[in-house]
């Protein structure tokens, strides 16, 4: 039987972008799990071959319903055309209201309570739909379905993941300008850069290290397979290479596992060899070089793009819409 997994991926709605502290804990819950929670009302959404089901708990939220539902199929849609399908066959998620505003926290679980994905979303009561056009953590929270589970010493390539695929999934979508993810990048990034007395990715699990330590591994693949490929391809053909040969949420891999599978798809050894070189040394990642090479520069208002830089054109595909199109969730 497969471990059930309990995963804290988000303590709270700032967390990925402040200093605030990420914990994973596993262990038993007081009271009910979350997946027995009471259940209000239930929607559906339809997307590629996938259902989900929102479950809303009790509560009076000032936004209806029907808008808390549009937020939640943005995220899913986000994430299918990033991925080219939704990456399970059925997801559920639990919206549950708490006194405050915006997303206040969310969990995501592989194979709970029957299905293969779920998502635990506290949405403050008094959110605003503002609040929701500028959330990311509904489409992190569905990233999380779309790698398998592996040991905790690897958390850092399911938050990593999560962080760096988020924006670009949403830009991909038409719902950010890529300006703004490279901007947030520039900013962000070095926030995962190693201490001095920190070790590589499986052995520092700080909060830096584990979302943006992982994301800046993410961003590094992306770029060298790009490098290696002509710009044929890229982190993201990898990404549904391993959900197409069953690494999702519900299935636990090794972190071995999940690599080969990706280098083989882009025909490379991109992911193996950079987990090799980073699993336990803390080497640091060369950001500015990085943003030289893709053409991303400070200016006074933020960032601009640098079309002549040399690699201009790998920043360009990273956030392009794919040829598999936007996804869209069925009427
Ligand atoms: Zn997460």
Redesign the pocket.
């Known amino acids: 039987m497969r471990r059930r997994r309990l995963?804290i991926?988000?303590t709270c709605a700032f967390l990925i972008f402040t200093a605030a502290c990420g914990f994973f804990l596993r262990g038993q819950f007081h009271g009910d799990p979350p997946w027995r929670h009471p259940v209000a009302s239930s929607q559906t959404i339809h997307i590629s071959n996938t259902v989900i089901q929102v479950d809303f708990g009790p509560g009076s939220p000032d936004l209806p319903k029907s808008t808390i539902l549009h937020w939640v199929e943005n995220a899913a849609s986000s994430v299918a055309t990033y991925y080219g399908r939704f990456p399970v066959a059925r997801d559920r998620v639990l919206i549950e209201f708490a006194p405050g505003q915006g997303i206040l926290r969310?969990t995501?679980w592989g194979d709970v309570g029957g299905s293969p994905a779920f998502h635990r979303l506290v949405l403050g009561e008094q959110t605003t739909q503002r609040d929701l056009d500028d959330d990311w953590e509904m489409t992190?929270?569905f990233?999380?379905s779309a790698f398998p589970s592996v040991d905790d010493d690897h958390s850092w390539i399911?938050?990593g993941l999560?962080?760096y695929i988020e924006p670009i999934a949403r830009v991909q979508r038409g719902f950010l300008p890529a300006e703004r993810i490279w901007s947030d990048m520039m900013h962000d990034m070095p926030k995962g850069d190693p201490g001095s007395s920190d070790h590589g990715l499986d052995r520092t699990h700080t909060w830096g290290r584990t979302?943006w330590g992982g994301a800046q591994f993410c961003l590094l693949a992306d770029v060298t397979i790009r490098e290696q490929t002509r710009n044929q391809k890229g982190l993201q053909d990898a990404l549904r290479a391993i959900v197409s040969a069953g690494g999702t949420i519900d299935k636990d891999w090794p972190l071995e596992k999940a690599f080969e599978a990706g280098d083989h798809a882009t025909g490379t050894h991109v992911l193996i060899n950079l987990y090799d070189s980073m699993r336990d040394t803390p080497k640091p990642v060369d950001l500015d070089e990085l943003w030289r090479k893709l053409g991303v520069v400070h200016s006074s208002d933020g960032i601009r793009f640098d079309d002549h830089a040399p690699e201009a054109d790998i920043r360009k595909a990273i956030t392009r819409t794919p040829a598999t199109g936007v996804i869209r969730p069925q009427p």
């Open positions: 995963r991926i988000a969310g995501s992190h929270e990233v999380h399911e938050e999560a962080t979302y």
